[in-house]
Nanobody, 118 residues
Framework: QVQLVESGGGLVQPGGSLRLSCAAS????????MGWYRQAAGKERELVATMSTSSSTNYADSVKGRFTISRDRNTVYLQMNSLKPEDTAVYYC??????????????WGQGTQVTVSS
């Protein structure tokens, strides 16, 4: 079906930057929305940022002004600047759209760990 492969996580000091990438592949006809979510230890998964095909974006209040989502065809990026310890989480890529034969999909990546610590 649809595979989402993430990369770019790691350990960074507070105030540092990281760039996450997520590439979608499979029998995709079109992708409507791509985005990033995160889940910190002991907490529920939460939205970080999403981008639609019209390039409209939506950000969590906690990351506005620090994170930037962008997209190039079937790849979505998350540029994270001024990272804080509270940004530590597993970051998941999500994509939703259409497959052949009028089927739709809503897929998740495997997650990539982001740790912000001195």
């Amino acid at each position: 079906q649809v595979q989402l492969v993430e990369s770019g996580g790691g350990l960074v000091q507070p105030g540092g930057s990281l760039r996450l990438s997520c590439a979608a592949s499979g029998n995709i006809v079109s992708i409507n929305t791509m985005g990033w979510y995160r889940q910190a230890a002991g907490k529920e998964r939460e939205l970080v940022a999403t981008m639609s095909t019209s390039s409209s974006t939506n950000y969590a209040d906690s990351v506005k002004g620090r994170f930037t989502i962008s997209r190039d065809r079937n790849t979505v990026y998350l540029q994270m600047n001024s990272l804080k310890p509270e940004d530590t989480a597993v970051y998941y890529c999500n994509a939703g759209g259409n497959l052949r034969f009028s089927k739709s999909f809503d897929s998740w990546g495997q997650g990539t760990q982001v740790t912000v610590s001195s």
